[in-house]
């Protein structure tokens, strides 16, 4: 049972370029999400997907796209990298029914610098 | 908006000793969820603990139990017996119902277990 994985673990990447961090899940999870994690914020949304083709953003979207073509798949791209997008990113998912726990699982965190 | 407060940054313990770590909230919303993360050094995000409002009843969790107090908005988490491994940072979230299943996190409390 593989779960939510991430990949990159590490990344690193100059100003102005473009960066995608990868999520996949194994649960067939309807609702996926991407956190970043900086020293003082705690955990802050930035986009989330209730299903496939459909995505909302979150509390710090600003300089991020994503894109949920398959269910299992949510992609974060950076599409021109600054400073200030060094952190730590997790992405997780849940499952939503009528009579299942709507709880979210965490990957293992993707940490990403800029120069 | 819904706010998500922990109050002390850090904290420690000697070994085998109870703790207890606070968190307060503030939402106009009357049904949610509350939930406890924990955060080992690997970074990985693992739920503790979670409490549905609606119920009297405090979450338990071998080790792990809270004190939910609806009318205070307050949601601590209590740690019996104490071990090495409960070393890691803790957050504190909040999801209302129906709400996207978006997540709401403090800024944690790192714990240290002394041996």
């Known amino acids: 049972d593989a779960g939510i994985t991430q990949s990159p673990r590490y990344k690193i990447t100059e100003t102005g370029r473009q960066v995608t961090l990868m999520c996949h899940q194994t649960w067939s999870h309807s609702y996926m999400f991407w956190y970043r994690q900086d020293l003082g914020h705690g955990l802050r949304l930035i986009y989330y997907s209730a299903a496939a083709d459909i995505t909302d953003k979150g509390e710090v979207p600003d300089g991020y796209v994503v894109s949920r073509s398959k269910t299992e798949n949510f992609p974060l791209t950076l599409e021109s990298a600054t400073r200030s997008q060094t952190s730590v990113y997790f992405c997780?998912?849940?499952?939503?029914?009528?009579?299942?726990?709507?709880?979210?699982?965490f990957g293992p965190g993707t940490r990403l610098l800029v120069l | 908006a819904q706010t998500v407060t922990q109050s002390q940054p850090e904290m420690s313990v000697q070994e085998a000793e109870t703790v207890t770590l606070s968190c307060t909230y503030d939402?106009?919303?009357?049904?949610?969820?509350l939930f406890w993360y924990k955060q080992p050094p690997s970074r990985q995000m693992i739920l503790v603990i979670r409490q549905e409002a609606y119920k009297q009843q405090n979450a338990t969790e071998n080790r792990f139990s809270v004190n939910f107090q609806k009318a205070a908005k307050s949601f601590s988490l209590k740690i019996s017996d104490s071990q090495l491994g409960d070393t890691a940072m803790y957050f504190c979230a909040f999801m209302k119902y129906f709400g996207n299943e978006k997540l709401t996190f403090g800024t944690g409390t790192r714990l240290t277990i002394i041996p």
């Open positions: 939402t106009s919303e009357n049904n949610y969820y």
């Open positions: 997780a998912s849940s499952y939503t029914g009528p009579t299942v726990e709507e709880t979210q699982y």
